[in-house]
Every structure is written in C-alpha cells, then in structure tokens.
C-alpha cells in the first residue's frame, strides 16, 4: 500500500521546481514579499510556563518602591492614577487590540493569497489580497478561539500556582485557585490528564486548520466552518493517512528548519564580516575605535552599518525561505491532493501528475478534471 504523505515527498519537489522556475525576478520579488508578510507559518500553540513566587522578599526599609502591594494586591501609586486616565488606558487598549487583529487578518489574506499563487500559478497579490479579506476575517476568529481554548488549560496551571501562593485580591479567582490546589493527587492527575487531551485536540485542530482545510477553504471557496464541514468527511475516511502526514511532517519540518538554520548562520556571518570590516575602517578614518561611540559621525556610522546590514540579511535569507516555504506548502496540498483528488489545489502546469511523460498516477485524472482544478471554485475572489 502507498502512502500518499510519502509519495507527496518527491510530488512537492517538481511542484516547487516548476513553480519557482524558470526564474523571474518579478516573481520571486512577489513571492519574497509574501513570504516576509504572511502568517500561519505554522499552526501550533507554544507555551511556556514559568511561576516565581515572592513569598517572603519585601522591600528593604524606607526604600519606596513606586509600587507596593497590599493584602498581595498590586497598588498604583496615587500619583500614577491621577496622571492616568483609566479611559484613555482603556482606548490605547482596544486601539492596540483592534490593530494587531488587523494586521492579522491582513497577514493570513496574504497567506491566502498564496495558495491561490500555486492554484493559479500566477502570482498576484492586490486583487486576490481584497478578495481573500473575508475569509481570513472568519479564519482569524477560528484560530484565535482554537488558540484561546488550547492555551487555557496552561493559564489556569499559572493562575493556581500564582493565587495559590500570594491571592491576587478577587475573590471568585482566589476561591477557585485554592479549590483546585486542594484537590486529591489522583484528582489532579486525572485533570493534569485531561488538560493535556484538550491542548493536543485544540493544538491538532490548528495544525489541520492551516495546513488542510485553508487549502479547502480555496478549492471550494468557502469560509472556514464550511471548510472544516468538507475536510471532516475527508478526515473520517482517511484518518491512517493523516496521521502517517503527521509522523513525515516532522521529518520534513525538521529538514526545512535546518535548511533555514544554515543558510541564516551563513548570511549572518557574511554580514557580520562585511560590516566588521566596514566599521573598523570608519573608526580608523575617526582616529580609533572609541570614536564611533563618542562622535556623531561614529554613532551615524552604526547606525548605518546596522540598518544596511539588517536589510542584506533579510535579502539574502528571504530567496531561501521562499523555496523553503514554497515546498512545506506543495507537500501539504500534495498529500491532501493524494487523499482527496476532489481537493487538489495545484494548478496543472505544477502537478507532475498530469504530464503526459510522467510514469506517476499521483493525482491523476481527466481533462475535465484538469480544467475544474485549474478553473477552480472561487475564481470570483481573484478577479474582483
């Protein structure tokens, strides 16, 4: 029996080549973009937990620390709340919330609009952008709930080790924390247990999210749930192939994170020299080296070397993660496009499955079948 995330592997690697080559700079200037501004590079949830307590340390007398605790409350001095309008904390607040979900929605229309680089093979950005706005808003809302319920079981670990210890001053927070601090062994456990179940769920539901049912949501052009309601059939049938995609999706993100991990080492220390050499002779032209940090001209001269710098760097390292993410994205639709011909997302001219000279039955089908990939459903999105 083949697996289709197996036969995906080399799939991906034609479907890259024919994609990104022959080469065009306009397009790859395209893509480079897209790549630097679009988000999703990988659904999952990082978590790190860390509790200090500050029981016992108080501090030292007649020092006034700015802030003081009382009852283990945190008080703002009398003086910070009468400088502070609490409504103008409130609207930087929401104007901050507000934009940073905003800039959310734009980054996965971006990310959006390259899967419909790859449908179409054709890389376009402003229309397929405007046209992919309304399903990355409903995108945004999915993921930020997943995302909410998959970190939740972690924040409450922290907020009972944290209230357990020192009671942050609301009762119904200090009642719970102290209830669950008292449970049984056993009862944690099983919780602790339970917890973990719910984070893998959640955390295998963005992944899925991103990697199969974006995809979908393109093929179909549908929003998120009706992606989700046409991969689950999918899923329900062909869950052994997903989870063998699960086991070789390690090895490949492994493989591409080492790619960029070199390729990042090796650009920084090309920089790094250049801007070494570059700085050394400045400060012999200012008479030492104690001269780019005491004169104007030395201090303009990093900044300089620090801002040209940062820009190579990114110019030498975005052509990489391009190929790099142009392959992890090829072999996701790939494998999808193996389980679920239905859903194949690659334009004809990238699937090697259609080449008359290929020996690979890899999604392959009739001409119908070409033309309904290649013209696709929501078509509409990219000519508004």
């Known amino acids: 029996m083949s697996w289709h995330a197996v036969g995906a592997l080399d799939h991906a690697v034609d479907a890259t080549r024919r994609f990104l080559f022959p080469f065009s700079l306009v397009r790859w200037a395209k893509l480079s973009l897209l790549v630097l501004l679009m988000g999703g590079g990988g659904a999952g949830v990082n978590a790190s937990v860390s509790a200090v ?12 620390p700015g802030f003081g605790t009382v009852d283990g409350r945190l008080m703002i001095p009398a003086e910070l709340a009468e400088v502070v309008d609490p409504r103008v904390l409130a609207v930087v ?3 901050i919330v507000l934009l940073v979900a905003a800039v959310s929605v734009a980054s996965l229309s971006l990310r959006l609009v390259f899967y419909d680089a790859l449908r179409t093979n054709e890389v376009r950005i402003w229309r397929p952008f405007l046209g992919r706005l ?9 993921t930020a709930v997943l995302s909410t319920a998959a970190a939740t079981p ?3 670990v922290v907020l009972v080790a944290v209230a357990a210890d020192t009671p942050i001053g609301w009762a119904p927070v200090d009642s719970f924390a102290t209830t669950l601090a008292s449970l049984s062994v056993g009862s944690a456990v099983a919780l602790s247990v339970l917890g973990a179940v719910f984070v893998a769920v959640a955390t295998l539901a963005l992944r899925f999210t991103y990697e199969f049912v974006v995809p979908t949501m393109i093929v179909e052009g549908t929003g998120v749930i009706g992606g989700w309601r046409r991969f689950w059939t999918t899923l329900r049938a062909e869950w052994t192939e997903l989870l063998i ?3 070789v999706h390690v090895v490949v993100s492994l493989g591409l994170s080492v790619v960029e991990g070199l390729a990042a080492v090796f650009a920084f220390a090309l920089v790094a020299t250049v801007a070494g050499l570059a700085l050394l002779l400045v400060a012999v032209a200012l008479g030492g080296l104690g001269a780019l940090v005491g004169t104007t001209a030395g201090v303009s001269a990093l900044a300089f070397v620090a801002l040209a710098g940062i820009a190579v760097l990114v110019v030498l390292v975005l052509p990489v993660q391009v190929v790099t993410r142009s392959y992890r994205v090829a072999y996701e639709v790939s494998t999808l496009g193996g389980i679920d011909p239905a ?3 690659l334009h004809a001219d990238l699937d090697s499955g259609f080449d008359s000279d290929s020996g690979s039955d890899f999604g392959s089908g009739s001409d119908s079948e070409v033309g309904g990939r290649s013209g696709a459903k929501g078509d509409d999105y990219n000519d508004r």
């Not at 500050?54 to 501090?59: L, Y």
């Not at 309304?134 to 999915?142: D, P, V």
Request: no cysteine; net charge negative; hydrophobic share 55%.
């Open 154 to 156: 972690v924040a409450l």
């Open 245 to 247: 995609y699960l086991l």
């Open 53 to 64: 307590s500050d029981a016992g340390m108080t501090p030292p007398q007649g020092i006034d």
């Open 343 to 345: 859903l194949a997302l």
């Open 134 to 142: 309304r399903q990355s808003l409903g995108l945004f809302l999915f």
């Open 93 to 95: 607040a929401v104007g």
